[in-house]
């Protein structure tokens, strides 16, 4: 299977780090993974922000871009959820039906729905307490919501079991926003704030020294606070643990 690696824009303009673990980790389970080099933006921001008309352009070209390949990866559940759930729509009118729209994957759900790998040759000997996303939880189903009755996973917890020396938990209230949310942060700021300082102190509650997580922006946000604050705690985006020694 030919894999295309999306590396969302604020990954790769912020955290370009995740962008080469993401790719490191694909080559190291054996996967035949390609970056393309011209991709740009998926369109999330645009159509957040109701400007649809410039998030189809995007999407029309994000889709050509990738539509050759078996299946596209990407270390973002809000963006991969956004090609996944509205590419359809945007391009609707086109004279072909989306082609990514099936095929794309959270980096983490590819490996452990699609690879499946019995070991990792990771290690991180560290404590770190898992950020549950919105989009991971709800859209993705990365884990199990806990407003629904239904038995407990974690599709990240299950693959930080395979990194030697590591301790994973999870702080109350697990699947609560960090108050991110794109638009919302800078539009509801105060309120965005205070849900993500709470959420940082539920981390810190745990004892962990890192939040880790599938999301950058959720990350990021946090990280925000942490840095403002001095806070005793750091962020790691999850495959920068899974890609550990590589």
């Keep these: 299977?030919?894999?295309?690696?999306?590396?969302?824009?604020?990954?790769?303009?912020?955290?370009?780090?995740?962008?080469?673990?993401?790719?490191?980790?694909?080559?190291?389970?054996?996967v035949d993974v390609d970056y393309p080099i011209d991709q740009t933006c998926c369109g999330q921001p645009m159509a957040n922000a109701g400007f649809e008309n410039e998030a189809h352009d995007l999407a029309k070209r994000f889709d050509r871009l990738f539509e050759n390949y078996d299946y596209v990866v990407g270390p973002s559940a809000s963006c991969v959820v956004f090609v996944r759930d509205h590419y359809g729509n945007?391009?609707?009118?086109?004279?072909?039906?989306?082609?990514?729209?099936?095929?794309?994957?959270?980096?983490?759900?590819?490996?452990?729905?699609?690879?499946?790998?019995?070991?990792?040759?990771?290690?991180?000997?560290?404590?770190?307490?898992?950020?549950?996303?919105?989009?991971?939880?709800?859209l993705m189903h990365l884990s199990s919501p806990?407003?629904?009755n239904v038995?407990?996973?974690?599709?990240?917890?299950?693959?930080?079991s395979l990194v030697k020396g590591i301790e994973v938990v999870e702080p109350e209230r697990p699947d609560e926003c960090c108050g991110f949310g794109g638009m919302f942060a800078v539009e509801e700021?105060?309120?965005?704030?205070?849900?993500?300082?709470?959420?940082?102190?539920?981390?810190?509650?745990?004892?962990?020294?890192?939040?880790?997580g599938a999301d950058s922006s959720c990350l990021m946000h946090q990280n925000g606070i942490i840095s403002r604050n001095n806070l005793p705690i750091k962020t790691i985006h999850i495959v920068e643990i899974l890609a550990s020694g590589l």
Aim: aromatic fraction near 10%; hydrophobic fraction near 40%.
């Design 1 to 30: 299977m030919k894999v295309g690696l999306f590396v969302p824009c604020y990954i790769n303009a912020v955290y370009p780090q995740v962008g080469v673990a993401s790719f490191k980790l694909l080559k190291s389970l054996g």
């Design 90 to 138: 945007l391009l609707a009118k086109e004279s072909h039906r989306c082609a990514t729209e099936e095929k794309i994957y959270d980096i983490c759900e590819f490996i452990h729905d699609v690879v499946k790998p019995a070991s990792l040759q990771a290690s991180f000997p560290h404590k770190v307490s898992i950020q549950n996303s919105c989009h991971g939880v709800r």
């Design 146 to 148: 806990s407003e629904l």
């Design 151 to 160: 038995p407990y996973y974690n599709k990240l917890r299950d693959l930080l």
């Design 189 to 212: 700021y105060a309120v965005s704030g205070q849900m993500g300082r709470d959420k940082v102190q539920r981390h810190m509650d745990t004892g962990a020294e890192y939040i880790v």
